[in-house]
């Protein structure tokens, strides 16, 4: 059993940054396909970003140029850089990881953005 536990999320102002960082029960090399996903009120969940099959970074649309996701494998985390942020940016922030077929989320941390 996996656990991922994300933290960082917080209230800023449009134009801010915020570091979200995820931290993994397990070596993050054990885990593939990491990554950001977000939940704004009343709406499905959206992928930010994730690692792909191959390594590779893919973001979404949204957040493109404002978003970058980052390993740290002495902190065993997996971490987003949002900077920015903008009100349509509020959301539940989740990260993502799959281990032998098995997917794992955790409980999420809230981004709000306001004047």
């Known amino acids: 059993q996996v656990q991922l536990v994300e933290s960082g999320g917080g209230s800023v102002q449009p134009g801010g940054s915020l570091r979200l960082s995820c931290v993994a029960s397990e070596r993050i090399f054990t885990l593939t396909s990491m990554g950001w996903y977000r939940q704004a009120p009343g709406k499905q969940r959206e992928l930010v970003g994730r690692?792909?099959?191959?390594?590779?970074?893919y973001y979404n649309e949204p957040v493109k140029g404002r978003a970058t996701i980052a390993k740290d494998n002495a902190q065993n985390s997996l971490n987003l850089q949002m900077n920015n942020l903008q009100p349509e940016d509020t959301a539940v922030y989740y990260c993502?990881?799959?281990?032998?077929?098995?997917?794992?989320w955790g409980n999420g941390t809230l981004v709000t953005v306001s004047q």
């Open positions: 993502r990881a799959l281990k032998d077929g098995t997917e794992y």
């Open positions: 690692f792909t099959n191959f390594g590779r970074l």
